[in-house]
């Protein structure tokens, strides 16, 4: 299995790689791997006949510099998980100044308003920061097909219009949420929380569930006043927002149209933030 740290001997390597049949797969992540992010590399190794991954932990998404500090960093663990799915992968690994050239500031991105909601307006900067690296890590993997979480369903909407703005020959592939056996998102973060706390995160799961199964006999307020009671009987958690949005637009809604719909929440237990998305229609 191959690591480069250095983006031109990772370009020379794909370079040689490449015939015309070749497609390259591309799945971007910060490191800390579990069941999650390497379903998006199972989907990858499927899908096409080179498979890139990048772990690199990006300063300029990060608006808390304790969570940049305390993000996991467990390089060797994780190559040790990409190895048991295939040793074919390849893993692109840089330090800070070789994405950022001793600059490590985000460029200004719009992206139609989706940049504004939710993630965005709860996290100044980090959708900058988001477009920076996945703009920089385009022009470097340039992939045929690139794989993003669901998990981080705003995100995943802002990569796809940032293809699209860019005009970029790079196909934007969601996939699903990968989930405990408790119904808990997995996340890097989650090493933070402590058993108990693991144990009561399952929480957040369980009550966007009973949202969904309100849905169709709810008013979008009558579902906002549920999930805020919900919490507020779980004082372990400090809710940051809990949105209904349509999926294209996530311009948090009050009626329902005829559209397609998704729960969006934060919390906070302990310090850690958590979030998780629902369909809901
Ligand atoms: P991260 O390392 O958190 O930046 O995530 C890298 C990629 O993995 C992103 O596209 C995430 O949306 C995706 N991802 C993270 N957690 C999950 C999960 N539980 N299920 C599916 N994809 C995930």
Same mark, same amino acid.
């Given at each position: 299995?191959?690591? @480069?740290?250095?983006?031109?001997?990772?370009?020379?390597?794909?370079?040689?790689?490449?015939?015309?049949?070749?497609?390259?797969?591309?799945?971007?992540?910060?490191?800390?791997?579990?069941?999650?992010?390497?379903?998006?590399?199972?989907?990858?190794?499927?899908?096409?006949?080179?498979?890139?991954?990048?772990?690199?932990?990006?300063?300029?998404?990060?608006?808390?510099?304790?969570?940049?500090?305390?993000?996991?960093?467990?390089?060797?663990?994780?190559?040790?998980?990409?190895?048991?799915?295939?040793?074919?992968?390849?893993?692109?690994?840089?330090?800070?100044?070789?994405?950022?050239?001793? =600059?490590?500031?985000?460029?200004?991105?719009?992206?139609?308003?989706?940049?504004?909601?939710?993630?965005?307006?709860?996290?100044?900067?980090?959708?900058?920061?988001?477009?920076?690296?996945?703009?920089?890590?385009?022009?470097?993997?340039?992939?045929?097909?690139?794989?993003?979480?669901?998990?981080?369903?705003?995100?995943?909407?802002?990569?796809?219009?940032?293809?699209?703005?860019? =005009?970029?020959?790079?196909?934007?592939?969601?996939?699903?949420?990968?989930?405990?056996?408790?119904?808990?998102?997995?996340?890097?973060?989650?090493?933070?929380?402590?058993?108990?706390?693991?144990?009561?995160?399952?929480?957040?799961?369980?009550?966007?569930?009973?949202?969904?199964?309100?849905?169709?006999?709810?008013?979008?307020?009558?579902?906002?006043? @549920?999930?805020?009671?919900?919490?507020?009987?779980?004082?372990? @958690?400090?809710?940051?927002?809990?949105?209904?949005?349509?999926?294209?637009?996530?311009?948090?809604?009050?009626?329902?149209?005829?559209?397609?719909?998704?729960?969006?929440?934060?919390?906070?237990?302990?310090?850690?933030?958590?979030?998780?998305?629902?369909?809901?229609?």
């Amino acid at each position: 299995m191959l690591i @480069f740290n250095k983006k031109a001997l990772l370009q020379n390597h794909l370079e040689a790689l490449k015939t015309a049949q070749s497609t390259i797969g591309f799945v971007p992540t910060m490191g800390a791997l579990h069941e999650g992010h390497l379903s998006l590399m199972q989907r990858s190794l499927n899908e096409n006949t080179i498979t890139v991954i990048s772990i690199f932990v990006n300063p300029t998404q990060f608006n808390n510099p304790e969570d940049l500090q305390k993000y996991p960093r467990t390089l060797e663990a994780d190559a040790g998980k990409i190895k048991t799915l295939s040793d074919s992968i390849i893993i692109f690994a840089p330090e800070v100044d070789e994405m950022y050239d001793g =600059n490590t500031i985000s460029q200004h991105y719009n992206f139609d308003g989706l940049e504004n909601q939710m993630e965005g307006a709860h996290r100044p900067g980090h959708f900058d920061g988001v477009g920076t690296i996945v703009k920089k890590l385009f022009d470097i993997v340039k992939p045929n097909n690139a794989y993003f979480g669901e998990k981080d369903f705003q995100q995943l909407q802002i990569v796809k219009k940032l293809v699209e703005k860019n =005009n970029l020959p790079i196909n934007i592939v969601g996939c699903p949420i990968s989930r405990e056996a408790s119904g808990l998102a997995m996340s890097s973060r989650n090493a933070r929380l402590s058993d108990t706390e693991k144990q009561e995160a399952a929480f957040i799961y369980k009550t966007l569930q009973e949202a969904k199964s309100k849905f169709s006999t709810s008013s979008i307020p009558q579902l906002k006043q @549920f999930v805020e009671d919900a919490f507020a009987s779980h004082p372990e @958690f400090t809710t940051d927002y809990f949105e209904i949005a349509p999926e294209e637009s996530l311009v948090p809604a009050s009626i329902k149209e005829n559209t397609k719909y998704r729960a969006f929440i934060a919390v906070f237990l302990g310090n850690v933030r958590l979030i998780d998305n629902i369909s809901l229609n």
